[in-house]
Each structure stands twice: as C-alpha cells, then as structure tokens.
C-alpha cells in the first residue's frame, strides 16, 4: 500500500529491492562461476620468466581489460531458454582474431603483440628452463631478429607463427598441439556463449550415510550427487573450478585414493601426519542435539593456510564450500596468503586498514556458512610468520596448501628461500601441485637441495587424481599449454622421535 508520506527515493530503494530479492539464487551462483572462468580463460597470461608459475599479475590489466562486459552479457543470459545463446554448441570455433566476442578479439591482439614466433631460425628472446621449452631450439647468434606471431593456423584458430613459411617448416611439431589448442579456442568460446551452465550447480552437504569415491572424477561427481554432466566440454569447465576443493579434499579425506599399500604414493610419515589431521575431520558421533542437553564441545576449525594465492583466492565462495561439504562434521578457516591474493576481487577494494585489532589488514569473511571461514592476507607468508601471527600450529588441526608454487622456477625461488624453512618448523604438512612432472621434480629439488635432510616426504610426486580436465594457454606463450594442478605431492619438517638410553650396568 502506498503511503502519501513516502517519497519517490524510498519507493524506489524499495521496489529495487524486491527485484534483487526475487533474483534466483543460482543464477547468482552461476554467474560469479562464469566471470571466475571466463577471468582465468585470459589471466592465465605469463610472462617468459615465469613460464609455468601460475597465473601471474605480469599482463593481468591488458589481458582482462573488458572481461567485465562480457561477464555481465553472459550472467544477464543465465537462464534455461536458450534464446539468448550468443554463440550455438556447434558454432564455437572462430579465429581469436575474427571472434564474435570482443574480448577474444583483444585477446589476440595481446598475443600479437606480446609473442614471439618459436621458429629455429630467430634469435632467443629468454633463457630457457625447461628442456621442452621451444626458445631451447634456438640460437643467440641466429640470422633473425626475434619477431611477433602473425598467422594464425587454420586448424586451431590461435596465432603461433611470423609468418606462413615459418608455419609450415614447424607444423609437424605444431601438431603435438593443434587439437588441445582447438579445444582451449572453443572452452573459451563456449564461456562466452551465453547459454546455461547446469555444471555451476552445486550439491550441498554429504550425508554420513553415503560415502564419497574418489577413485576418478566420474565416480566423485556421482558419489556427491552432482547434476549428470553429458558433455566433456561441460565436464572441462567444471572441473575448472573444483579442482581446487577437490585436490584438498582427496588428500585428507579418510577415503583418500592415496594409501599405504604396495605401489601406493602415500609414505609412513605421511599416514602419521594425516591420521592425525583425519581425527579431526572425522570426529566420533557425540550425540549432541538442539536442546541443552545436547549440548556439546565442538574443536576448532581446520586451518587451510593457501600460501602464494593468485587464481584460488578469487573463486566463487559456494565452490570454496564444496570443501567443507565433504566433511560435514568438521568446520575450516581457509587463509590466503599472498601479495596476489586479493586480485580479480577489485569490488572489495580499497583493503580494511591496518589496525592494532588488525595489523596485517586481513580481510575476513566469517558469514559464509556456519562452518566455512575466509580470511585472506595480502603479505608475505614470512612476514606473518615472523610476527607470530598464527602461532601455535597444531599437526591436528592445521595444513599448508601450495597451488602452483615454483619453488624451483629461477624467478621466483628467491620468494620462497625465507618460508620454507619456517614451514619445516612447525612439522605441519605441506601440499604442493604442479603444472607438469618436470614442475614437481623441479621443486622438489629445490627443496631438497635448500634444507637438506631436514624433510620428510608425505606424498610421492605424481598425477593428481583431480586435476582440471581443462587446458590453460600462455598469451606471452603460445606453445606454452597447461592444466591445472596436473600433479600433487606432500613434504614435512622432519620429526625426531626421543629414544631413552639405558642406564649401563653398575
């Protein structure tokens, strides 16, 4: 009932509202699961000295200028009649030049500008660190100049060369990659397509009565009572996303595809260190009610520290809660830590400020469910360290994570120097991913090397089980292609056991 003392601003603030309330709630969720891929599908720009760290903030702005619009365009689309759809199944692949969406289309522009072609015959533009790596096929005195990639091949859609000659002298090696570089052209289309994405739908809690599979992903989406998915593009974009709960979660879950057994990955430290983390997560029944009578101590929460967050920090809250959802009696305070932990997430800028009750500036979301917590650091994990900030650390309760660290990589092991040993202090586990077998070897390496004797091994180097399904390309890198966390291992600090001496006999 309208009242003659209101004003026109308040009617307005009220009826707008109303249309937000009456907004579905998965249309929300779809939509920030789509901007966080369609982001990450151009983000994954990194620069030659850091080939296969990650997703890096070298390019970040040049590469992701308009995403916003086309995100927008694609959420405003969300719904299941598919009239809107931009872009048909079977209409996907489109030169990144000539695309019908503009944000490809300053994609390729990026590349042209920032890649260089990979034939023999130029000169290196870097020094290259991994044997596979292209720019170790040629030669500092070579006849040619560096040059950008021009032509585009045909069959993949992707600018890879200067010219048609050079094109045709590497095509048998560019035929190793034409079909996955094909299939990231079409992912990245279809995310700009406009059409609904049943695959961003989400189960809720896992009941204690049905038990979790984490054999493959196949029987890990059916065992959580995920919506069939009858696409391998579909599946590509969704494991996108849910590789990073799901690596966790297959890690420490008591259901673990990783074991002891003969052949497995999984050592003798490493079963110490996770039974002990499993106590928690798996706690006995108690009996506790809603009456006071059933009233009962609950543990703190498992603490996740995500150490070196870039792509993770950002993605959509109700993916983060997938995690929790696999453990339904335990409760988790993910911690991102990072200088890049809070990009992509410009709309919560500027940072809180740096208070006594809030020296490093965390930002915390404590309203996310009743027992999922996010707090995110925007420091360096040793200057946290140093300042006691999260002390004490309990085996039982706490686990690092590193999601495409490179330790090992020349450009960034001189970040990791001071906090590997101070991880190593606090005999807390330490996942770590990589991109490739090389990755991992690389920084397992270094590790070894950099503290000696000092680590234990928990989880042999290997491919992870839930790793994306989806491929990632370079835009300073053509050739350069990866998935997300492609393998996993685990380390320690080395714990010593106190033995008694015998007395010797009088």
């Known amino acids: 009932m309208r009242s003659r003392s209101t004003c026109q601003r308040c009617l307005a603030a009220v009826q707008t509202a109303a249309r937000q309330s009456s907004t579905p709630r998965l249309q929300q969720l779809q939509a920030g699961a789509r901007r966080w891929s369609s982001n990450q599908s151009t983000i994954t720009t990194r620069s030659p000295e850091i080939s296969r760290r990650g997703i890096s903030s070298i390019g970040r702005k040049s590469a992701a200028a308009g995403q916003a619009q086309a995100t927008d365009r694609s959420s405003a689309s969300g719904s299941h009649e598919y009239n809107n759809t931009l872009l048909k199944p079977n209409n996907l692949f489109h030169s990144f ?50 040059a950008h990639v021009r032509y585009e091949c045909a069959d993949c859609g992707i600018p890879v060369s200067c010219s048609e000659e050079h094109f045709a002298d590497d095509y048998e090696k560019h035929l190793e990659i034409c079909d996955i570089l094909r299939q990231i052209n079409e992912d990245d289309h279809d995310l700009r397509s406009g059409r609904f994405f049943p695959e961003f739908e989400y189960p809720g809690m896992q009941m204690d009565e049905a038990l979790i599979n984490f054999t493959s992903w196949d029987t890990y989406l059916y065992s959580r009572d995920h919506k069939a998915i009858d696409s391998e593009r579909s599946l590509r974009q969704s494991t996108r996303l849910l590789t990073y709960p799901a690596t966790i979660g297959s890690f420490l879950h008591e259901l673990s595809p990783y074991s002891i057994k003969s052949g497995g990955r999984l050592t003798v430290e490493g079963l110490k260190s996770l039974s002990a983390l499993r106590y928690t997560l798996h706690p006995p029944m108690t009996g506790a009610g809603g009456d006071i ?127 590997i040993p101070q991880l190593l202090e606090t005999k807390v586990p330490v996942l770590v991913t990589g991109y490739t077998d090389f990755d991992m070897q690389r920084d397992l390496k270094w590790v070894q090397d950099k503290v000696g004797g000092e680590v234990d091994l928990l989880l042999k180097p290997g491919e992870n089980r839930f790793r994306s399904l989806r491929w990632d390309l370079n835009d300073v890198d053509p050739q350069d292609i990866s998935c997300g966390n492609w393998g996993v291992w685990a380390f320690r600090g080395k714990r010593y056991e106190a033995t008694m001496k015998e007395e010797a006999s009088s």
């Not at 500092?140 to 100049?145: D, G, H, I, K």
């Not at 930002?363 to 994990?381: F, P």
Request: aromatic share 12%; net charge negative; glycine share 4%.
């Open 293 to 419: 009578k059933g009233l009962r101590l609950n543990p703190p929460p498992v603490r996740l520290f995500i150490l070196g967050a870039r792509a993770e920090s950002s993605l959509p809250r109700e993916v983060w809660h997938q995690l929790a959802n696999m453990f339904p009696r335990a409760t988790f305070h993910l911690i991102f830590i990072g200088p890049e932990s809070m990009a992509n997430r410009d709309d919560e800028f500027p940072l809180p400020p740096r208070t006594p009750a809030n020296p490093f500036g965390a930002v915390v979301e404590d309203r996310i469910s009743h027992n999922l917590k996010i707090s995110t650091y925007v420091e360096y994990y040793h200057t946290l360290h140093e300042a006691h900030q999260f002390y004490p650390y309990d085996p039982y309760f706490d686990c690092f994570v590193l999601f495409h660290p490179g330790l090992g990589h020349p450009a960034s092991e001189h970040e990791w120097a001071a906090t």
């Open 97 to 146: 030049s000539d695309s019908p969406s503009p944000e490809i289309r300053r994609r390729a522009a990026y590349i042209k500008q920032h890649a260089y072609c990979p034939h023999h015959s130029h000169q290196q533009t870097r020094i290259p660190t991994d044997p596979e790596d292209p720019e170790a096929a040629k030669s500092v005195n070579a006849s040619l100049p560096p």
